[in-house]
């Protein structure tokens, strides 16, 4: 039985572009028809310029159309669901701007169709591997992943992750259907977050990331409607609340070493700012000499703090997941040409 994919491409201001993305999709499974079922879904986002009319019709397309702009994340899980009610195996999300190259697609189904059918996964392009795949990679928004991502990184389960924001994605029709439920994990953003978001509730979940490596596409026009700079607080706040969120799921309703490490830190500090502000500050006001008992365990107190927090934040980190990194013969074929 032929096995369906769902290719979900969110359609906003992708004017010159979209045409060329749906026909390289058509080409790659043009030689694997025999093999795949292939549903296009195209999202016009309330497009502008209706870039959407430029892609000619076919019966494997489905436009899908916003009556308004909802954002990136939004027009994903308008095509989500629609791929999930159609039952595809297998779900895409490519750029409608051609930064992904579609012939990866020809490696990346096979590969997660071999793996458990019940394995949580979700497989994500990265554009920084190595650092020689991001060379063509436009300087404002490689400044903006070296500003930006690191303070997601630090608040996702993650070891690893190399390209945050990168939204060239493969998910299973399992994986899917448990990201999509929204009374479990965070809630996915609608808008530039979403990446992020969808992100944070994988590791919340529990789904298992795959990396493969690629390299993007930009081309002269590119431009892009995201600014970094105005990222940097809803960023913060998404972090914070990130961060806020695993700690009281992983650290305070369960109970294990890193509540433990934890509890010892936070007692110890309580300890010792209780002995400095009751009795040594005091004394020290009124010239008497600390004595060697309460300075002692003031020391004592402080540096157990320390060392608990220090041992916490390493095992937060060794509990996180590994990053599975994957290298397509495409992306071989890739660099040889340049």
């Known amino acids: 039985m032929k096995k369906k994919v769902g290719v979900v491409i969110p359609c906003y201001r992708a004017d010159g572009h979209v045409r060329k993305v749906t026909e390289k999709i058509l080409k790659v499974f043009e030689n694997l028809k025999e093999i795949y079922i292939l549903r ?4 016009n986002d309330y497009c502008p310029k209706n870039s959407w009319k430029e892609v000619k019709k076919n019966k494997n397309i489905i436009l899908i159309h916003h009556s308004k702009n909802l954002g990136v994340g939004a027009a994903s899980i308008s095509g989500f669901k629609a791929a999930l009610k159609e039952k595809c195996d297998v779900i895409v999300k490519i750029d409608a701007d051609e930064q992904h190259n579609p012939f990866y697609l020809k490696e990346l189904i096979p590969y997660i169709l071999n793996l458990e059918t019940n394995k949580m996964v979700l497989i994500k392009g990265t554009r920084y591997l190595y650092p020689e795949l991001s060379y063509n990679t436009p300087f404002i928004r490689k400044l903006g992943s070296l500003l930006l991502e690191p303070m997601i990184r630090s608040s996702l389960n993650y070891r690893g992750l190399t390209d945050v924001t990168n939204g060239f994605l493969v998910i299973n029709n399992f994986t899917l259907n448990f990201i999509m439920i929204s009374r479990i994990g965070p809630r996915l953003r609608k808008r530039y977050l979403f990446e992020c978001s969808l992100l944070e509730k994988c590791s919340s979940i529990g789904v298992e990331i795959h990396e493969f490596g690629m390299v993007s596409i930009y081309s002269k026009i590119w431009r892009s409607s995201m600014q970094s700079y105005k990222m940097i607080f809803p960023l913060l706040s998404f972090c914070t609340r990130s961060i806020f969120r695993r700690f009281f799921y992983g650290y305070l309703l369960k109970i294990n070493l890193g509540s433990i490490l934890f509890l010892i830190s936070i007692s110890n500090f309580l300890l010792a700012a209780i002995l400095y502000f009751e009795k040594i500050s ?3 006001a009124l010239g008497i000499t600390v004595s060697a008992g309460i300075s002692t365990l003031f020391t004592s107190a402080l540096t157990i703090s320390i060392l608990s927090l220090c041992l916490f934040l390493l095992y937060d980190y060794s509990s996180g ?13 890739e660099i040889k040409k340049k």
């Open 321 to 333: 997941s590994k990053v599975k990194k994957i290298i397509f013969m495409n992306l071989i074929n």
């Open 40 to 43: 296009i879904f195209l999202i």
């Open 282 to 284: 005091l004394e020290v």
